[in-house]
C-alpha cells in the first residue's frame, strides 16, 4: 500500500484491565506495520494489573505524529466496559464510529450497591451529543469461551471505515500468529465479528 | 534507546526501574547483548555512580530512571558533571506530564540547567533511536555526561522505525585507570572552582557540537514578519496535524517559522537570534515548566528582541498535563492575533457519570492479607484507625491506601515510610505509629532509615511486605527475589537475615496468606517497645500464577452462603463478585489465597490443600 495516500485513521481504545484492550491495539499495530501504513500505539494502564482503567491510541497513516488523540478527532472508539465508554465520548469525532461491548465490570461499591452506574442508554445519548455513531454489542449475543476483544474487532473491521484501511485477512494472520494454540477459536471468534452488520 | 545505545557502543547500563523509563533495561537484559553489562541496581544513585565509572574508565555507558530516580541520582551527578567523562555517558530520565503513572509532574529539565549539562529530547520514537546515539556522540565529543530525556507518550509508543540490525558487540577500548585528583575529587576550593570552569567550558563546546551534528531544526518562512515557534521535545510532534488546523483558519503554514528544539540545553542561541531577526512573535510549545520560555525572554532582553513570546508568562498555557495538537492551534492563533473557535478540540465531557474504579491489589495479593490483618490489629488493641498512624511507601504496597482497607496514610518517596514515621514519634504521638514497605523500596532507601531507627530506638514498627520482585513497575528482579531467579553468579540476600543483622532485636516473620498468625504477630510487636520488624513474605501471586502455581482450591458453599457480602466487603478480592443465591468465586482469577474463607463468618467458603 501507497503511505502517501492513506488517509489518517485514529482509534481510541478504552476499557478495563484484563479485558484485552491493550491487545486489540497491538494486533492492529502489526497488521498496519505489515501494510506499511505508519502506525504509533500508546498504551496507557496506569498502576493496575487488573481490573483498573486501561486506555490506548492507535494513530494510524501520519508518517510521524504526536502519540496523544486530539479531542474531537477519533475516527473509530472501541469500549470494552460501559462505563469506561463515558471517559472516550470526548474523543469521537463527528459521524466517527463509537463500538461499545456492553460489559458491565462493576467496582466493589458499585457491586454492593453503594454508588451509580451508568446505563446504556446514557453512554448512547452522550455519543449520540458528541455527534457519533453509536454501535452496542452484548456480551450474550458471543457464545462463552470466546474472545470478547476479537470478536469486536472483527465487528470493527465489517462496520467502520477500518476495514478499507486494513485487510480483515491479514488481521486474522496476526492473531492467529499471537495464539496459535487458540487458532480455530479465535478465528470463529474473528469470524462472528466480521459477520455482524449494523 | 536500548538500540540506539547499542548502536552507540554502549558497555555498561545500569538503573532503576520505573514507569516510563522501565522498558529499556528490561529489553536489554532479555537481549542478553554480548559484551554489554546491563544490571537493574539497588537504586538510581548507585545505578548512576556504576555509569559513571565505567565512563570514567573509558567506556560509554548508560544510566535509566524515572524522574524521581533523578533526584535520588542526583547528588552523585553534580558532582560527576564537575569531574567530567572520559567515554561517553548518557543518562536517561522518563518525565510523565499529564502524569499517567502517578507521581510528580516533575520537570527534569531543570536538573539540565542546574547541573549545566547538556539535554536532549526527542518527539517520537524514530527520533529517540536517533538521539540515543547522538546523546552517546555529543557526551563523547565534549566530556560531558548528557540528558536523554523523555515523556511517556513518546517512551510508550510503539512505532515502526528502521534501525540498523544487530549493532556489534562494544568496541574493545583500554580501560583507562587515571589517578587524577585536581579532577576525580573535590579536595579544596581551588580544585572544585576549577572544574566549575572546565564545566561551564563543555556546556559552551556542547552547542557548538550541537549546532555542527544539526540537532536543532530551523525553518525560516519565505517572508519575513509572521510568527516563529520553538517546539520542544514530545510538542514538536504534533505540529504537522496543527498545520492542518490553521490552514482551515486561514493561516498558511508556510508563513510560519519553525525551530524543533532537540537540545533543550543548552540553548542553540544562533538559531534563536536567526528567529528573533526574522518574526513578529514567537510561540514557545513546551510541556510543564516555562523553562525555554524564560531563556528566551532574557536573550530577547540581550539581543533586543522585542516581539511578543507567547507561552506560559504571556498566553494561554498551563504548566499541568500534557500538550498536544490543540496547543499548537490555539497558540499560533494567539500569537498572529487570529480568533480560535472556543469548541475547536474540546469534545464533550461525558466521563462525569462514569463509575469510580479505585484500584486495589491483585487476586493473591500478599498485601491484602498484611493490610487485613493490620486492620484487625489494630482493632484487638482497642484503637481507632484514625488514631493509628500507618506510613506508605512506593510501590504496590501503597494500595493499601485505597479501599477496602483504608490502612496507609500517606506516600512520599523511596524509603520514606520509615522517616516520616519516626518523624511522628519525635513530634509525639503516643499510639503505635508503623511504617509499611515493599522488599525492592526497602532495598532502594529504607536501609539507612532503618539504621537511623535503630540507631535511636525509635519505637516503631515497621512492616516488610515482602513479595519477592519489583512487581509495580513490571516484575523485576531485586536484592531479595528468590534464588532461583536471580542470575548465575549473582548473590541473593535474604531480607530474613539482613534485618536482625541490622540491630532488630525483635524480629517476627509471618505468611500474609495465614491471617490468624499474621495478625496476632502484629498484635504482640505492636506492644513491644523500641523497633520492631515483621516481614511479611509471600511470592507476587501474579508471578506464582505465571508459573501455574495454586496453593488451595477455593469454592462457596451454596448453602451455607449468607450473601452477608463480607468476603467482598472485607477483602476486595476482584475474584469475588455477588450470584444470585451466593458469592460467586471467579476460577480464572482466583490463585487460591483463601483469605475469603478466612473472613467468611458462616464458614460458607471451602478450601482444600493442593499437594
Redesign the interface.
Known sequence: MNNETTQPFDIYLVG?GGQGVLTIG?IL?EAA?AQEI???????K????????VKAQLRLG?Q?????I????ADLVIAMER??G??A????KLGGDFIVWDHVW???????EQ????TLE??SE?VH??GGRFHDLHPHDLPKGLSENIFVLGVALNNTALGRLLQPELVRAKIEERWPEAAAKNADAFRRGLEVYR | MALGALRAGVKVVAGYPGTPSSETIAFLLAKKPEGVHVEWSTNEKVALEIAAGAAWAGQRSLTTMKMSGLNVAYDSLISIAYSGVNGGMVVYVADDPGV???MAEQDSRGFALMADLPMLEP????ETYRLSQAAFELSQRTGSPVFLRLV???A?????LEVEENPPPPPELPILLERDIQRYTKAGAAICMAQHHDLIARLEKAEEVIREMSLNVLHLAPDAGGVGIIACG??A??L??GFEHLAKLGVSPESLSVLRLSSVHPLPRQEVASLFGHCSALLVLEELEPLVERELIVEARRLGYSGRIIGKMEGPFNRIG?Y???QVVEGVAVAAGLACPKDL????????????????V??GCPHRGTYLALNRAIRLLKLKKDEVMVTGDIGCTI?GMN??FHTVWNEVSMGASLGIAQGYLAAGLKTPVIATIGDSTFFHAGLPALINAVQHQAPLTLIILDNGWTA?TGMQVNPGTAEAFQRPGWQRLDLATLVPAMGVQQFFQVDPYDLKTTTETMVQALALHGVKVILARRECS?QSKRRGLRFRRVRVLEEKCTLC?LC??TT?C?AL??GEKAVLIDPA?CVGCSLCAQVCPAKAIEKEEIG
Open positions: 478495563v497491538e499495530s506495520l505508519p502506525a504509533n500505539f500508546y498504551p496507557t496506569g498502576m493496575a494489573q487488573r481490573g483498573g482503567f501520519r510521524a505524529s504526536g502519540a496523544n486530539p479531542e474531537r478527532s462505563s469506561e463515558l471517559k465520548v470526548r474523543f469521537i462493576a467496582p466493589t461499591a458499585v457491586m454492593l454508588a451509580p452506574y451508568p446514557h453512554l452522550q451529543g458528541a | 499517567s503513572a502517578g518527539a517520537t520514537p524514530a511517556t507518550a513518546v510508550h509508543s510503539h512505532a515502526g514530545a510538542a510532534a504534533y504537522e496535524e500534557e498536544g495538537v490543540r478540540l474540546r469534545g464533550l465531557a461525558a466521563e462525569e457519570r462514569a463509575a469510580a474504579r479505585p484500584i486495589t491483585c487476586a494500595l479501599p477496602p509495580m501474579i457480602k467482598i466487603t476486595g476482584p463478585s455477588i482469577v
